[in-house]
């Protein structure tokens, strides 16, 4: 409120107001970029720390198995085991390619046993033949991230080249920080909304 001589004149508020607004939306802009900028240098981080990964695949029966496989990362993406027919998870994926991957901190190195970080994935499988040229430069990777133990698999005919070719996933970094793969690659993130519990671009 203004005084002009005795005649009080009210001063508009909604200037104030309004660019109160704009700058609560651009500092809570800043944040949730910081935030996407932190989880995709968690991401690149977590992957390079991969050495193994949980498998989640359907029995004949029609009841989930939880296994797990040593893996790497083939040139596209695709997480790649080398497994045996005598294993269940093998049969199964032969029977149902359809299946999931859960990639997670290590508890040792989680300061909370509820919010570890976690990587699930919703992959395809698909079976590398030994004929296939993708066969040998895998086997190859195999051999100098996991050592002389591979030249005894390629050995026996019962060990498969599998990749595993994710379609859809989420990564988890605390407590509200979860994000959906977004992209052609599923190579970038897109926080999830806390209120709706989908991705922004999902509601």
């Not at 309004?18 to 802009?29: A, F, L, P, S």
């Not at 080398?82 to 999931?100: V, Y």
């Not at 051999?143 to 060990?159: A, T």
């Amino acid at each position: 409120m203004l005084i002009l001589g005795s005649i009080p004149i009210p001063i508009p508020t909604n200037t104030n107001r309004t660019t109160n607004q704009r700058t609560n939306q651009m500092k809570g802009d800043t944040e949730k970029q910081q935030l996407l900028d932190q989880a995709r240098a968690l991401l690149a981080s977590h992957l390079a720390q991969v050495n193994s990964l949980m498998l989640a695949t359907l029995c004949a029966d029609g009841l989930p198995l939880a296994s797990y496989a040593p893996c790497i990362r083939d040139a596209d993406g695709a997480f790649c085991v080398f497994i045996s027919d005598l294993s269940e998870h093998t049969r199964n994926l032969g029977r149902t390619p359809k299946a999931s991957i859960l990639l997670i901190e290590d508890e040792r190195d989680a300061r909370e046993p509820f919010a570890r970080r976690r990587l699930t994935l919703r992959v395809d499988a698909e079976f590398v033949p030994p004929e296939d040229d993708r066969w040998v430069e895998l086997a190859n990777n195999f051999q100098r991230k996991f050592g002389k133990i591979i030249e005894l698999f390629q050995e026996f005919s019962d060990f498969r080249l599998v990749r595993l070719v994710p379609s859809a996933g989420s990564f988890v970094i605390g407590f509200g920080q979860a994000f959906d793969l977004a992209g052609e690659r599923l190579d970038d993130l897109v926080h999830i909304d806390a209120d709706s519990g989908q991705a922004p671009d999902q509601r």
